[in-house]
């Protein structure tokens, strides 16, 4: 699974854990073979821990210990797209390869745009094709008025012509791939587009 960290949330090292804890690293390694405390493993197969997950055991633990830990709230994607089927897949390969994201589906620019100012998310991505208010009119829309909050926009789409690029270049669009789109491309733009570090993904068909 990909990591999306966080400024005021980097994970730590089982080390960094164990002097949190007061504990030797081998301590802190046992309770996370054994599920006590929750971690994830770095393809060089180190252990790995969020402080939310330290926190957690923490107060699970009752543990007598200051730990100066600030709650951040997950990245969130909002898919704009009248392919429910197609944008319920982007959802389901987000959510399973990248740690710490809450994705939302929107089957129109409609409820899209109501969204954008209810859900806040951090990148919308955009359909282009779309019945009723299609994709440019979110576009222009959301251009026309003040940001509720600063959002990303990556267009997904199956008709990216050289006049259809030529629009997207003149509009809040931040970037735009073309359907089908592998894992692969997914991924580095909607990490890239979070500014996150890029680390590799599998294929999808």
Excluded: C
């Amino acid at each position: 699974m990909l990591t999306i960290g966080n400024e005021t949330e980097q994970p730590l090292s089982v080390g960094q854990a164990a002097r949190i804890l007061r504990v030797s690293s081998k301590t802190i390694l046992n309770w996370i073979r054994a599920g006590r405390l929750k971690a994830y493993a770095t393809p060089g197969g180190h252990f790995r821990v969020w402080p939310s997950d330290l926190n957690k055991f923490i107060k699970a633990h009752k543990m007598d210990i200051q730990f100066d830990y600030k709650e951040v709230r997950p990245k969130r994607i909002l898919i704009v797209d009248d392919d429910e089927m197609y944008a319920e897949m982007v959802r389901v390969v987000l959510e399973e390869k990248i740690e710490g994201v809450e994705v939302q589906i929107s089957k129109d620019g409609y409820e899209g745009l109501i969204l954008i100012g209810e859900f806040k998310p951090d990148l919308v991505i955009l359909d282009l094709l779309m019945p009723g208010l299609d994709g440019f009119k979110v576009l222009e829309l959301l251009s026309s008025r003040k940001p509720i909050s600063p959002v990303k926009i990556l267009v997904l789409s199956g008709n990216l012509t050289k006049n259809t690029v030529d629009r997207l270049k003149l509009s809040q669009a931040d970037g735009w791939v073309a359907k089908p789109v592998s894992v692969n491309d997914l991924l580095n733009h909607v990490l890239t587009l979070l500014s996150r570090e890029v680390q590799g993904g599998t294929a999808l068909t």
